[in-house]
């Protein structure tokens, strides 16, 4: 009878498991959907007053500028938080603490390092890169969206973990976060510069600026979860 007892109760620990593991993914899900529906929003709210700022020229030069960060962003970043994601996923799952930690030790470090090297590559050779997309005004821009690179690395390893313990949230208002800084200071340097006469590669370097400055108060805000989870 008390064995009978025993596997009844770890049938129903068993299922309340599972039904808590289902309840926290579509609650994730849930998070995640409104978070990128918010953060389109204001995508749409940031690139329709852009273009009345900016002049076609200096759009040019952002649009150059973005295509090499997001270039740099595969090379440096690919699958690698999604595979970090299910490894930390996989060992939480079998009460590994150890190796979650060293997991994230090892991947924090791979993407610093992976995040410094392109967030350099951009910084010193802006004018070559700019020549190879054939729009040599666009290296302020270039300039002023490296450091992106650099804090964009470390961020999403950090949001892999916290998705492989199916922790949202970090992840979604990071991107808000991310998409605020670009809509409010991209916007108001963009309307400051053009308002002193800047030229137009300036212009877009400072519409483009608040890429940057997102990624380092989003990689800031990930960080202070991390600490405290």
Request: aromatic share 10%; proline share 3%; glycine share 8%.
């Amino acid at each position: 009878m008390p064995c009978r007892w025993s596997s009844a109760v770890r049938k129903v620990e068993s299922m309340a498991r599972s039904l808590s593991r289902k309840n926290s993914f579509f609650g994730g899900a849930a998070i995640l959907t409104a978070g990128i529906v918010i953060v389109k929003l204001i995508g749409a709210l940031y690139k329709i007053p852009l273009g009345n700022i900016i002049s076609d020229a200096a759009f040019a030069d952002f649009n150059t500028a973005y295509y090499i960060y997001s270039l740099l962003i595969i090379i440096s970043t690919g699958g690698l938080p999604v595979a970090l994601s299910k490894m930390v996923s996989e060992a939480n799952a079998l009460g590994r603490g150890n190796q979650v930690k060293k997991i994230l030790r090892v991947a924090l470090g791979a993407f610093c390092v992976l995040g410094l090297l392109c967030c350099l590559i951009m910084v010193v050779f802006p004018d070559e890169l700019a020549a190879w997309m054939k729009n040599s005004h666009s290296a302020p821009s270039i300039l002023a969206l490296a450091p992106a690179l650099f804090f964009l690395c470390p961020l999403s390893a950090l949001r892999g973990y916290f998705q492989g313990h199916s922790l949202m949230t970090p992840t979604a208002v990071s991107q808000i976060i991310e998409a605020l800084c670009k809509l409010v200071i991209g916007l108001a340097l963009a309307s400051i510069l053009v308002s002193r006469g800047a030229e137009d590669s300036y212009a877009a370097a400072g519409a483009i600026f608040g890429v940057s400055v997102g990624c380092a108060l989003a990689a800031v805000y990930v960080f202070f979860c991390y600490r405290s989870h």
